[in-house]
Nanobody, 127 residues
């Protein structure tokens, strides 16, 4: 089992930037892919970005491609989401997820099946 804790959310104006972090513990971090998802009020949770267990280039939703960048530091057991050129429609609770079994919902992506989740961090983009 893995524990995931997100941080870095907040309130930012449109066009601004934020960097989210997710610290993992409980399993060998470099053995599983990591991802970010988000859920806006009244909407279903959606995929944002994912990265392979070894790092490298990420895989992105079309809505964030070119604006967001996912990265990971396996020495620090941490995955990041750099968010630039933020838009009001990026407002959501952002969740970190691991390509591992868990007790919640499962999301299938080309980089894995994400079933372990953090509690989320709120990102609000004002116009």
């Amino acid at each position: 089992q893995v524990q995931l804790v997100e941080s870095g959310g907040g309130l930012v104006q449109a066009g601004g930037s934020l960097r989210l972090s997710c610290a993992a513990s409980g399993r060998t971090f470099s053995s599983y892919a990591m991802g970010w998802f988000r859920q806006a009020p009244g909407k279903e949770r959606e995929f944002v970005a994912a990265i392979r267990r070894s790092g490298g280039s990420g895989y992105y939703a079309d809505s964030v491609k070119g604006r967001f960048a996912i990265s990971r530091d396996n020495a620090k057991n941490t995955v990041y989401l750099q968010m630039n050129s933020l838009k009001p429609e990026d407002t959501a609770v952002y969740y970190c997820a691991a390509d591992l079994p868990g007790s919640g919902s499962y999301y299938y992506t080309p980089l894995g099946v994400f079933g372990s989740w953090g509690k989320g961090t709120q990102v609000t983009v004002s116009s």
